[in-house]
């Protein structure tokens, strides 16, 4: 039964139980496009079907991925098939671990009260908004907020943070935003945002 449940994979070459970045940073893309398009159904026509099947689907992966073995979490096993020719980026297992924990936990409330109680509060929206930012944060930054969490209150130093933000002290001129790309950059949120306000 060991073999099965165990939460890492062991590599050569590195002291703690390790995941592949780059299948996380998959499986959270298709998570996020499933996740936005099942929102804005319900969000159009106040017909929350397909939204209880995504989070039915969520809490179960997201339990696959904590509870028992991440390789066998479907959305993940899709994102190795994505990612599978592509150099493995190894991060540290326990960050990842205390991520998709938040992730479960956010779905088992969603799933009461969407899929069993079927309350209509702004607490789902809240969560779902949530849930979107997580998942776009790492799909499109690599940002892996619930791994940033991990490292301000845990008890020991993380290693192999994605992104290698743990190791990173100082910018490269590369990763430096000039006064002129910020102001372009606020310039081109605003015109999205104003183009979504539109639509909506």
């Not at 590599?11 to 496009?33: H, K, M, Q, S």
């Amino acid at each position: 039964m060991n073999k099965f449940l165990y939460f890492g994979e062991q590599v050569d070459g590195y002291a703690v139980r390790v995941l592949n970045e780059r299948e996380a940073r998959a499986a959270a893309g298709i998570l996020f496009v499933l996740a936005l398009l099942s929102f804005l159904y319900a969000w159009r026509t106040m017909d929350f079907r397909y939204t209880s099947i995504f989070i039915t689907y969520f809490m179960l992966d997201f339990f696959v991925r904590v509870l028992i073995n991440p390789k066998y979490a479907p959305s993940l096993i899709v994102g190795r098939f994505f990612v599978s020719r592509q150099k493995p980026e190894y991060v540290g297992a326990s960050q990842k671990r205390f991520a998709w924990s938040i992730g479960l936990v956010l779905s088992v409330i969603m799933f009461g009260f969407v899929v069993i109680l079927e309350m209509m509060t702004p607490i789902k929206i809240y969560i779902c908004l949530a849930c979107l930012v997580l998942l776009f944060s790492e799909t499109a930054f690599g940002i892996c907020i619930g791994c940033v969490i991990y490292n301000w209150f845990g008890k020991t130093p993380p290693e192999l943070c994605p992104g290698g933000v743990c190791e990173l002290r100082d910018k490269d001129d590369i990763q430096r935003i000039s006064p002129l790309q910020a102001i372009i950059a606020l310039l081109a949120l605003g015109i999205a945002g104003g183009m979504v306000w539109q639509v909506m």
